[in-house]
């Protein structure tokens, strides 16, 4: 009951927070899986497998974090489980395979673990160096006759501390561990099988990130894909948008000069839509003829009749606490901006409804 509600509150938060995408199969995967993605975003990456599968989920989190007040709450009634990191305390790592142990368990039983194999959030483009704890958990729950399947999850943020800006989650395609159990009970076998394991979980994560070698890269890649799909007459594709990831880490290896002119000329088109407030290259074709303008200017006019006066209900009720957020997260780093404001203003939210509730009832 208690993770369904966290669940609830926490996805329709994000829906407010983000725009979200989800590319998934419509059939989620059951029995022992294990998620494991991509790590830019702090918590709001965990939370976003929320979104991504309706089942329950036990997270694997740095035992920092169950030292928070509210945090650590949530944390211990969602029955997360520990992480206990060289760099928060060396001499807590031997507990770690007490949470190995859990971990197994869990899969063992048929259920559901979500990691994030980078060990730590962080705001590079590219992905980083893979853990090996993912792999090793994987390993030992087939050993004991588990079917377990490893899903890559890629989280793509537009603009990850930014509200309203888009979030893809991408669903890769599952990897069958027991293909990777070793055939003896060498440990060099074992091991081989770690590193195997975890190439291949870093290859399916590859697949459904675009690994951008700078974030200033990500509106040339949208832009690009924008253009083509307009020219094309088809819908934005992620998977081709990855490939234009592809194609500019390529060209900016081989003609960085020539690539840098493209990366303005296309920052340039997209500031200017910006500007006449076209969000994509189709809205740039419109003619205007009578027919077409007339209904614009009688929407127009209704939306400043009616929507003028509720807009400016909703400033004074509202304008307020907005600020809030975003000057909690001021001195916060990029990776747990976006975290620090969704917190702030679930709290401020909620105090203030209540606060307005309050007026409203003595009134």
């Known amino acids: 009951m208690f993770y369904a509600c966290v669940r609830a509150v926490v996805a329709l938060a994000l829906r407010l927070f983000y725009r979200l995408k989800v590319n998934a199969p419509a059939e989620q995967p059951s029995g022992p ?71 197994k368990g869990a899969l063992v039983k048929g259920r559901a673990i979500t990691i994030f194999p ?28 588990a079917p377990v399947r490893i899903v890559p999850v890629g989280l793509t943020y537009a603009q990850k501390n930014v509200f309203r800006s888009e979030v893809l989650i991408d669903q890769g395609a599952s990897i069958d561990v027991t293909a990777f159990l070793p055939k003896d009970a060498e440990a060099t076998s074992e091991q081989e099988a770690v590193r195997a394991l975890t190439e291949r979980v870093a290859e399916g994560l590859r697949a459904v990130t675009l690994n951008l070698e700078q974030w200033e890269d990500l509106p040339v890649v949208q832009v690009a894909e924008q253009l083509y799909a307009f020219r094309q007459g088809s819908k934005l594709d992620p998977e081709r948008l990855r490939l234009w990831a592809r194609g500019v880490r390529l060209f900016r290896a081989q003609e960085p000069d020539r690539y840098e002119r493209l990366r303005l000329h296309l920052a340039a088109f997209r500031n200017r839509m ?90």
Not at 127 to 141: D, P, Q
């Open 33 to 103: 899986v294990l998620f494991v993605g991509n790590h830019p975003n702090g918590l709001i990456d965990p939370a976003l497998v929320f979104i991504l599968t309706r089942r329950q989920v036990t997270f694997l989190a740095k035992a920092p974090l169950f030292k928070l007040p509210v945090i650590g709450w949530l944390l211990k009634g969602l029955d997360a489980l520990p992480v206990y990191r060289k760099q928060d305390d060396p001499a807590q790592m031997g507990r770690n395979e007490g949470t190995l142990d859990a971990a």
């Open 118 to 145: 980078e060990g730590k959030s962080h705001s590079e483009p590219g992905l980083a160096e893979l853990k090996t704890g993912a792999a090793r958990i994987a390993l030992n729950a087939a050993r004991e006759g």
């Open 274 to 363: 910006a500007l006449v407030q076209a969000t994509r290259p189709e809205d740039l074709s419109v003619e205007y003829r009578p027919g077409n303008v007339a209904p614009f200017v009688v929407k127009t006019l209704l939306t400043l009749v009616f929507g003028l006066p509720l807009f400016a209900v909703g400033l004074v009720l509202f304008g307020l606490p907005y600020p809030v957020p975003r000057m909690a997260a001021k001195s916060a780093e990029l990776d747990v901006q976006a975290t620090v404001k969704f917190l702030t203003a679930l709290v401020v939210s909620v105090a203030w409804w209540w606060g307005l509730t309050a007026v409203a009832a003595v009134s």
